[in-house]
């Protein structure tokens, strides 16, 4: 970056950050937020899931959910250890959300956070059973899948490559999903995966945030986004909806 080239100029123009010392005051604020978002929401997911490990129908299905609970829980400290550098307490932090706390199955927020923590609202419904389980994760693995692809281009590069890493975990997590929804497809009857489906797709896709936000624009200056949050849903909305009809299931 030149001397006298404002920062603001230098990231409109696909330039990257490379330590917290060169971080202006608002950029790191967003890129906090950002990152709060994706640990609180990984440490929650993992949190879910984790209780419904011994529901799994076999000692396979059980280690691969171990293992996604495991992963999800390393992914979330790749991108901890990061806010560690802009002086979170990461020792406390991981131990002073309550991770595994649920509302109601009824309840309907939207988009909204609640006061706990970052974590995306789809994370604060709780999972009814082993089956709704992996419906639940592959419909959020393949949103995952398409956010990432955002989050790998941030222009902080220390997280940009962080989510890199990240980037195949989570694309196999889905996998994974979609297997599993395949083999209980042999013996769950349709009508139950399908209520799933249906409960768990909207609450997906409010995931992705308003179509039209007005904060897109200046996130987008300073790299933070590249995608805007239509664009985003859409590709998934199409991904998944093609994926769903060939298990034989439908999008809502």
Known sequence: MADDMPIEDYLAQGGVLTNPSNVPPRYRAELMKLMASFV??????A??????INNGPGIKERIAAARIVLEKTDNADKVLSIM????????????????????????????TRTEQDMRLAVFNYP???????????LLMGR???VQLSDLARVS?????????????VEQRHAE???EGVAKLMETETGATLQA????????????????ESAKFEALNAIGLRRENNAALKSRWTADTTARLEKLGLRAP
Do not use: K
């Open 176 to 178: 994974l999903a979609e």
């Open 196 to 211: 799933s489906v249906d409960y768990w797709f909207p609450r997906v896709a409010a995931s992705f945030g308003a179509a």
């Open 84 to 111: 560690g550098d802009f002086g979170a307490d990461t020792a406390r932090y991981a131990t002073h959300h309550p991770w595994t706390a649920r509302l109601e199955r009824d309840a309907d927020i939207g988009t």
């Open 40 to 45: 609180d929401s990984s440490l929650a997911g």
């Open 127 to 137: 999972l009814a059973g082993w089956s709704d389980a992996v419906v639940m994760n």
């Open 156 to 168: 902080y590069q220390p997280l940009a490559e962080a989510f890199r890493a990240i980037q195949p």
């Open 47 to 52: 949190a879910g899931f984790a209780d419904i």
């Open 143 to 145: 949103a995952v899948t």
